[in-house]
């Protein structure tokens, strides 16, 4: 009798392409929940954020990071906080991995490279958190129309469609520079590039929140976050894939 993994062609990894070779049970090959995509090897390059962070952006304390903190908060935190413009806008931000040196590649790939089968292998890594979050609305933070025809996909919109929800479009943005080409100053000190869009559902007194690839600066999400809370929106809080960025030092 044949073994289960001669019957069928072992999958390659999305990121690597080699062959993922491993003991395959019945219930892994037939269930969505469990299948993964990426082999041991690239699996282990990616951490996990576990442990203490900050209670707004989910920067972890971890690894000598809680020498830039202050109580419950990080040090960036703190500032935008302090900053009466942006104080209250973004309610917490839950981000999944530490933007290390092997995420930073992966995700140029998914982007730039349009490799959009790389979604796939962080499907099941989405699931599981909104599972967690039980979001009411998810709004992808949204590309210009520009930028969506270079691209050929939003990949916020990928991340959560690929996790089995179904987004909804709450913003428009103006084309600009991209946010790779700027410093972590200009990146906070830019002016509002979103819009919101109106008689697609009632926002007020509801939960929503915000999908990215990338936490960096926040100033991203604070910008689209502040947008929806001008249109009635109750709490906007946001899920990132990474984590990424060191402490600013500049102020706001």
């Given amino acids: 009798m044949l073994e289960l993994k001669e019957m069928f062609h072992n999958p390659r990894c999305v990121v690597c392409h080699e062959d993922m070779d491993y003991q395959m049970s019945w219930g892994q090959l037939f269930s969505k929940e469990t299948a ?3 082999c041991k090897t690239c699996l282990n390059k990616l951490i996990e954020i576990h442990g203490e962070t900050c209670s707004i952006c989910g920067r972890s304390f971890e690894n000598g990071e809680y020498l830039f903190r202050r109580e419950e908060l990080c040090f960036d935190c703190i500032r935008w906080e302090e900053n009466l413009e942006w104080s209250n806008q973004l309610a917490c931000n839950t ?4 933007y290390n040196d092997f995420l930073k ?3 140029a790939t998914f982007k730039f490279r349009g490799d959009y089968m790389i979604v796939h292998a962080f499907s099941i ?3 599981r958190k909104l599972k967690e979050l039980m979001p009411n609305i998810l709004v992808p933070i949204p590309l210009s129309t520009e ?3 270079e691209r050929g996909f939003n990949q916020a919109e990928a991340l959560i469609r690929e996790a089995g929800y179904n987004p909804t479009h709450l913003l428009s943005r103006l084309h600009t520079e991209k946010q790779s080409k700027k410093s972590r100053a200009e990146r906070i000190h830019v002016p509002q590039v979103f819009t919101f869009i109106p008689d697609v559902i009632d926002v007020r ?3 929503i929140l915000l999908v990215d690839d990338i936490y960096t600066t926040g100033s991203t999400l604070r910008h689209a976050a502040k947008v929806l809370k001008q249109a009635g929106a109750a709490n906007v809080s946001s899920l990132t894939l990474a ?3 060191q402490y600013c030092l500049c102020y706001l």
Avoid at 95 to 98: K, Q
Wanted: hydrophobic share 40%; charged share 15%; aromatic share 14%.
């Fill in 36 to 38: 993964t995509l990426l």
């Fill in 95 to 98: 981000s999944i991995f530490t």
């Fill in 105 to 107: 590649q992966v995700l």
């Fill in 125 to 127: 890594f989405i699931k």
């Fill in 147 to 149: 930028r969506l025809y």
């Fill in 205 to 207: 007194n509801q939960s």
């Fill in 243 to 245: 984590r990424g960025g």
